[in-house]
T-cell receptor, first 114, second 113 residues
Framework: DSGVTQTPKHLITATGQRVTLRCSPR?????VYWYQQSLDQGLQFLIQ???????AKGNILERFSAQQFPDLHSELNLSSLELGDSALYFC?????????????FGPGTRLTVL | GQQVMQIPQYQHVQEGEDFTTYCNSS?????IQWYKQRPGGHPVFLIQ?????EVKKQKRLTFQFGEAKKNSSLHITATQTTDVGTYFC?????????????FGKGTKLSVKP
């Protein structure tokens, strides 16, 4: 158990819909990262937050947005869903916002868009 | 764009054989981390390399960082069935966003008992 929690574990929805994925980082970690993992694909970095502020942005679509709240939990919002958005979405946390800290990954949310 | 290439994509070995996965970047990396993802699981941090030419060992696993800090390798000696999973390298390219690690696509290792 990494100490990072993600809800829900599974999500099945239809094209065009909007969903929210939630992540609670490890106690004490200030930075949260979101990744997308499609079948047989690597981890595509989406976005990073540090202590409530956006720190880095990857290949995140305009239909996707995220935020980190004062209690440090984070939400990833996916809207106007398409079939190709079906994937495993991981949240990870680290103590600080730099790349020298190891990242602790949550169990992931598996999104299926029908 | 920024890329970290990892080869091979798949590797099938007989238990007891050795295994190596390679990670290459077109630009210098500040650091490199290795993660393992078991089937159905999430990535788990294995190790970090920071210095040029650095070599670190964890039991049967040997990690190397190239002299030019553009490549890295993970070598497993005498694989066991518990080594099954996907191994990812991740590095931050110099000049890249401070916290942004670029992950390779991973090498999926299967071990036949």
């Amino acid at each position: 158990d990494s100490g990072v929690t993600q809800t829900p574990k599974h999500l099945i929805t239809a094209t065009g819909q909007r969903v929210t994925l939630r992540c609670s980082p490890r106690s004490g970690d200030l930075s949260v990262y979101w990744y997308q993992q499609s079948l047989d694909q690597g981890l595509q970095f989406l976005i990073q937050y540090y202590n409530g502020e956006e720190r880095a942005k990857g290949n995140i679509l305009e239909r996707f947005s995220a935020q980190q709240f004062p209690d440090l939990h984070s939400e990833l919002n996916l809207s106007s869903l398409e079939l190709g958005d079906s994937a495993l979405y991981f949240c990870a946390s680290s103590a600080s916002g730099d790349s020298y800290n190891e990242q602790f990954f949550g169990p992931g949310t598996r999104l299926t868009v029908l | 764009g920024q890329q970290v290439m990892q080869i091979p994509q798949y590797q099938h070995v007989q238990e007891g054989e050795d295994f190596t996965t390679y990670c290459n970047s077109s630009t210098t990396l500040s650091n490199i981390q290795w993660y393992k993802q078991r089937p159905g699981g999430h990535p788990v941090f294995l190790i970090q390399l920071v210095k040029s030419g650095e070599v670190k060992k964890q039991k049967r696993l040997t990690f190397q960082f190239g002299e030019a800090k553009k490549n890295s390798s993970l070598h497993i000696t005498a694989t066991q069935t518990t080594d099954v999973g996907t191994y990812f390298c991740a590095g931050r390219q110099r000049g890249g966003s401070q916290g942004n690690l670029i992950f390779g696509k991973g090498t999926k290792l299967s071990v036949k008992p």
